[in-house]
């Protein structure tokens, strides 16, 4: 590994583009805490940096095939990392919006049209957030919750074993309930 240590940028991504796992390793072993630091110092939220940097090595992993870097590697890690963040930041003033209007809500007016508008939006955040998780994690969920496949089924179908797909939909529900905290009493019916 330490050999990869030594691979300048360009290098590191002409073997990346290979599909060498050692050479994602040491862009990862580079990145990791520089674009943590940076993503902190726009968030200050340690675990949502971290799924923002995870989800930017796994884009980065995914695309590993078909990537097209015309600046430097360094760039493209910082560029990604800042629309992670701008994301989760727009996503969270959306949320921020609707839980202000809820509050703002009469207390007794329980109509089924505002019943159902509440639903509705409640359940757009609710898809927002899922097409947000991990991309396994999130086909094993929506095979799961969405087409209410059994955790057997999802194994075949997708070639894992049973506790992977328990575990994938667990994490999931973990990450959704974490991420729509302030929405509780509102999901009983909905995750």
Same mark, same amino acid.
């Given at each position: 590994m330490? !050999?990869?240590?030594?691979h300048?940028d360009?290098?590191?991504l002409?073997?990346l583009?290979?599909?060498?796992v050692?050479?994602f390793?040491?862009v990862?072993?580079?990145?990791?805490?520089?674009l943590?630091r940076?993503a902190?110092s726009?968030?200050k939220?340690?675990e949502?940096?971290k799924?923002?940097i995870?989800n930017?090595?796994?884009?980065l992993?995914?695309?590993?095939e078909?990537?097209?870097i015309?600046?430097?590697?360094s760039?493209?890690?910082y560029a990604?990392t800042?629309h992670g963040v701008?994301?989760?930041?727009r996503?969270s003033?959306? !949320?921020?919006?609707?839980f202000?209007?809820?509050q703002q809500?009469?207390?007794?007016?329980n109509?089924?049209?505002?019943?159902?508008?509440? !639903?509705t939006e409640?359940?757009?955040?609710?898809?927002?957030e899922?097409i =947000?998780?991990p991309?396994k994690? =999130?086909?094993?969920?929506?095979?799961?919750r969405?087409h209410n496949?059994?955790h057997?089924e999802?194994? !075949?179908r997708?070639?894992?074993?049973?506790?992977?797909?328990? =575990?994938q939909v667990s994490?999931?529900?973990?990450?959704?309930?974490?991420k729509?905290?302030c929405f509780v009493?509102?999901?009983v019916?909905l995750?």
């Amino acid at each position: 590994m330490a !050999e990869y240590g030594k691979h300048i940028d360009y290098e590191l991504l002409l073997l990346l583009k290979q599909g060498n796992v050692k050479a994602f390793s040491a862009v990862y072993d580079r990145y990791f805490e520089l674009l943590f630091r940076h993503a902190l110092s726009m968030l200050k939220d340690k675990e949502a940096v971290k799924d923002v940097i995870q989800n930017v090595f796994t884009r980065l992993w995914e695309m590993h095939e078909s990537l097209e870097i015309h600046t430097s590697l360094s760039s493209y890690l910082y560029a990604s990392t800042r629309h992670g963040v701008l994301k989760i930041i727009r996503h969270s003033k959306v !949320e921020e919006r609707f839980f202000n209007n809820l509050q703002q809500l009469p207390v007794g007016l329980n109509s089924p049209a505002e019943e159902h508008l509440r !639903e509705t939006e409640l359940r757009r955040i609710i898809e927002a957030e899922i097409i =947000r998780l991990p991309s396994k994690m =999130r086909e094993v969920f929506t095979l799961s919750r969405i087409h209410n496949n059994s955790h057997r089924e999802i194994a !075949e179908r997708l070639n894992l074993s049973e506790n992977t797909v328990k =575990r994938q939909v667990s994490n999931a529900l973990f990450i959704l309930r974490k991420k729509l905290k302030c929405f509780v009493p509102f999901l009983v019916n909905l995750i």
